[in-house]
């Protein structure tokens, strides 16, 4: 039990109280009027509880029914101290015990202990005379000992601070006389000393004063006027000395509550009965109201069960002369159900984390109904689409769990709506609406919007230039769903992919870093990362290919004939060649591709115009018609080789044809130009026609000594198939059949130039005129050669004849040595030509 003294202005002390209830419940008895911050008691201690947690376990002091609250709690040091200005009188009224109740509610987890307050009345409400000026009419035949009563006054407090006694002003004719009521009260009556004697004295005027019994006393006044009448010695007499009624809280305004009637013998004007009210509180005079005249008590104000749930009027009876009874009337409020629940969000976790567990407790709800009995029982309860649902905790305390997992990028906000109804009849309800936001949290990677992307760009692109945006969208909210992109490591063509292009951190977008060439490659490959700033990140990668587009950067290439200015080539057309002959073939070559590497031939320029014509797409010269002798033996041709781009590329090239059938008849080819690196060929053929004269000798002394049997015509076609090794092509040339190549079907007869400073030879017509077949060309064995000169014993002597053979031979020795060196001299050019057909 805990002690507390509070001095109450020097006479008044008591003690405070702590009680504990059977059910936990704690009281204290504190003075009213005590100061804001006084302490009551301390509660944490008389409770148990641990001081150091009660700012953690959040606690705090609720009254019920929403009330002023009237105290708090230190957290610091359990301390129940006073937070406002408590008013006994305010609080209870007429009361004998003043309770006020609050509770003291903790968390995590929840408690709840009932507080009982029990309010000391002090002596601070002086005594109060319901008129300032109390009439008292007298007979002057009013006997000796008369009483007459006289108006109470009324303190608002109680016990010894009420009215205790009363003090009449010395006179000679009252004195007073203080009665005490059967509920307690006390009252004073004038009784008469001394015959009143009209003509002596008509008036008197007393001061009569109230003293209660606090400390320090305190008094209340009022002027007694006597007025002498003649004689009236019957008083009114009530017909109940209790009058009760009982009023629904709902009655409307004009509803007479009760009827007082008094009842007075005497006749006339002694006998005329009025009534008035003698004492009544502040809040009966705002909605009561006493006819003076019928004695109805009438509803002129609005009733309210929750503030004052009964009242107590005393009415006076007075006659036409002064004499007066009195009686008690009691009006019971009766409670309707007019107050709908009331929602109290007391604790609440918002924003609410969304990997929240199922199960976890997020807030904590009071419900109160301020009406009676059944009309404050409260059923509680949320809407069914939200993964929230509420759990009856203690009294009319609900916890608000969730029960399912959230995802804060399908649903980021929650309104939660708590509907709350009592049983009264009509059931009243009400509901309030809590907004409950869902805290993201990093879960989601980036997410590319397309599996992969694909981006083309033409070769000779600038660098920096775009080549195409990567985009990536994450859910998750803030620098979670913030995406930033960076490309993966790699190679292209073993350099790093870094130095082909590069992505832009923050749109995606991507660039090159250099300028591509589709020659050197046609298409790679770039992985870029999308990584988010969450903690941790999370990221995504997705594939980029590029592909790179030709265009017409490269001129066509002739690979036959030679370009000028290093070799040409002279090609000899026998002069019985008819109209559509294959005469020679121009073979070139483009790096690019499709449409870029289509050629097409033209003759800009000829000797004859008339005479040779080319294949538009093919690159053969044919003769248009039939040669004659008017043609000049010396053709030149300047031919075009163009391109399919846009714009067109072309290269050109001379042909030099000669019209003869007998190498004799070929002049000099003075007037063809001479290249100083075709000198090396000369000396070739020099040290090549010693080897063969030294081997001609040698030839003729083996023949001389061989005896000839018989004698026959050499009968030899020199036909040459000169197959070009493949490693003369260029690299990264396109095969594209019929637009300039060479195709596979020609093999051409090589004849020697007569007269050529760099003895080329020439292509004259393709198998596919007649030609002999490719095995019945200079690769011959030895045993098919030994037909031309048949078996030496049919021939006893050496003639003409074997000279012709020697010469045959020679030629054949020349022939091949001219096809070596020309091999050697025009690899470089004519290998390409050949791998391409």
């Known amino acids: 039990m805990a002690h507390k003294r509070y001095p109450v202005l020097g006479l008044l002390a008591f003690c405070l109280q702590l009680l504990h209830i059977c059910n936990g419940d704690v009281s204290f008895s504190i003075a009213e009027e005590m100061k804001p911050g006084s302490i009551i008691g301390n509660i944490a201690k008389d409770l148990g509880l641990n001081v150091g947690k009660l700012s953690a376990r959040k606690a705090r002091i609720d009254s019920e029914l929403n009330r002023a609250r009237y105290c708090g709690i230190n957290l610091n040091t359990g301390d129940l101290i006073v937070a406002e200005r408590i008013d006994r009188e305010e609080l209870c009224g007429q009361k004998v015990s003043c309770i006020l109740k609050c509770e003291l509610i903790l968390e995590a987890p929840l408690e709840l202990h009932r507080i009982v307050l029990q309010i000391q009345d002090i002596n601070d409400n002086p005594p109060v005379f319901a008129k300032d000026e109390i009439k008292i009419e007298i007979n002057e035949l009013a006997e000796k000992g008369s009483r007459f009563r006289l108006l109470e006054a009324h303190d608002m407090d109680i016990g010894q601070n009420a009215v205790q006694i009363y003090a009449l002003e010395a006179n000679d004719y009252l004195m007073l006389k203080i009665q005490t009521k059967s509920d307690g009260g006390k009252f004073a009556e004038l009784v008469l000393n001394k015959k009143l004697d009209r003509e002596g004295q008509q008036e008197l005027s007393l001061v009569l004063t109230a003293l209660d019994g606090g400390s320090p006393q305190r008094t209340g006044t009022s002027t007694v006027h006597v007025t002498v009448l003649d004689a009236n010695d019957n008083a009114p007499v009530f017909s109940q000395t209790v009058y009760e009624a009982r009023l629904p809280e709902n009655s409307l305004t004009g509803t007479v509550v009760v009827k007082v009637a008094a009842i007075d013998a005497d006749e006339g004007l002694n006998g005329e009965v009025t009534y008035e009210l003698s004492r009544i509180s502040e809040t009966g005079r705002r909605v009561f109201a006493l006819n003076q005249t019928t004695g109805d008590i009438t509803l002129i104000g609005h009733l309210d069960f929750e503030k004052e749930s009964i009242y107590e009027i005393r009415v006076d009876a007075k006659d036409g002369y002064g004499l007066t009874s009195d009686s008690k009337v009691i009006i019971e409020i009766t409670d309707v159900n007019d107050n709908p629940p009331e929602i109290n969000i007391k604790s609440l976790t918002n924003p609410l984390p969304e990997n929240v567990s199922p199960g976890t407790e997020v807030g904590i709800i009071n419900v109160q109904d301020r009406d009676s009995e059944s009309n404050r029982q409260v059923r509680c309860s949320i809407q069914q689409n939200v993964p929230f649902k509420l759990v009856p905790s203690i009294k009319n305390y609900y916890s608000l769990v969730s029960t399912g997992q959230l995802d804060r990028e399908l649903v980021s906000d929650y309104n939660i709506t708590i509907t709350a109804t009592d049983e009264g009849s009509p059931p009243l309800s009400s509901s309030k609406s809590v907004q409950l936001s869902v805290a993201d949290i990093n879960d989601n990677p980036p997410v590319f919007e397309e599996q992969s992307y694909s981006a083309y760009v033409n070769e000779n692109n600038k660098p920096g230039s775009t080549l ?191 019209i003869s059938d007998n190498l004799a008849e070929v002049p000099e080819l003075k007037d063809i130009s001479y290249d100083e690196k075709n000198s090396k060929l000369t000396s070739y053929l020099i040290i090549a026609l010693v080897c063969v004269s030294t081997f001609f000798l040698t030839f003729i002394i083996i023949i001389l000594g061989v005896r000839f049997c018989r004698r026959r015509k050499p009968r030899l076609l020199f036909d040459g198939a000169v197959a070009i090794p493949s490693a003369y092509l260029p690299p990264n040339y396109a095969d594209v059949d019929g637009t300039g190549t060479l195709r596979s079907a020609y093999n051409y007869d090589a004849y020697l130039t007569t007269g050529s400073r760099t003895s080329d030879f020439k292509f004259v017509s393709s198998y596919n005129d007649n030609t002999l077949p490719a095995d019945q060309t200079l690769r011959k064995s030895p045993s098919d050669f030994a037909e031309v000169f048949g078996d030496c014993d049919d021939s006893p002597e050496v003639g003409p004849l074997h000279f012709a053979i020697v010469v045959h031979i020679t030629h054949i020795c020349l022939f091949i040595l001219f096809n070596l060196l020309k091999l050697c001299t025009y690899t470089s050019q004519k290998v390409a030509a050949y791998q391409f057909i």
């Open 468 to 658: 195409c945006s990567v985009s990536a969208r994450d859910p998750d909210w803030r620098q979670n769903g913030t995406v930033i992109y960076s490309l993966l490591g790699g190679e292209v063509n073993g350099a790093p992919v870094s130095s082909y292009v590069s992505v832009n951190g923050d749109t995606g977008v991507i660039h090159a870093v250099r300028s591509f060439d589709y020659e050197q490659f046609r298409s790679f490959k770039v992985h870029v990362m999308a990584r988010d700033n969450g903690s941790p990140p999370l990221s995504s990668n997705v594939t980029v290919s590029v592909f790179i587009s030709d265009v017409n950067d490269n001129s066509p290439q002739i690979l036959y004939p030679g370009p000028e200015g290093n070799s040409f080539m002279t090609e000899l057309v026998p002069k019985a060649a008819h109209g559509g002959s294959l005469v020679s073939k121009v073979i070139a070559v483009d790096a690019d591709s499709g449409q870029n590497a289509w050629l097409s031939y033209h003759i800009v320029k000829s000797t004859d115009p008339g005479l040779f014509t080319i294949g538009v797409h093919s690159g053969e010269i044919r003769t248009q018609r039939d040669i004659s002798e008017s043609d000049s033996m010396k053709q030149n041709l300047i031919v075009s080789v163009k391109d399919n781009g846009q714009p067109s590329l072309s290269a050109t090239c001379s042909m030099y044809l000669l």
